[in-house]
């Protein structure tokens, strides 16, 4: 695998398993996320499977993850 960085195409990280949440919906609007062989976590938009990649930590995943879980973000989504 080539040097990993923010903004990468997508495409280029090969043997990685990408991975969408099951409640993403049919036309394909979702986040999908592949774990790297270091252990930082990809990040990319299923509408551009080949686009850019965002590459996090796993602390990085994790502080997201629990704001999710704590409903943070909530107010993104509500009219």
């Known amino acids: ?6 903004g ?9 398993v990408w991975q969408k ?4 919906n049919s036309q394909g609007a979702c986040v999908e996320f592949a774990k790297l062989p270091g252990g930082d976590v990809a ?8 686009g850019p990649a965002l590459v996090y930590t796993p602390a990085e995943v994790e502080a997201m ?3 999710v879980k704590d409903g943070e973000f909530d107010h993104l989504i509500q009219d």
Request: hydrophobic content about 35%; proline content about 7%; charged content about 20%.
């Open 1 to 6: 695998m080539p040097h990993v960085y923010n």
């Open 8 to 16: 990468m195409a997508a495409r280029d990280l090969h043997g990685v």
């Open 21 to 24: 949440s099951r409640h993403s």
């Open 43 to 50: 990040v990319r938009n299923s509408r551009f499977p080949d």
């Open 65 to 67: 993850l629990l704001g």
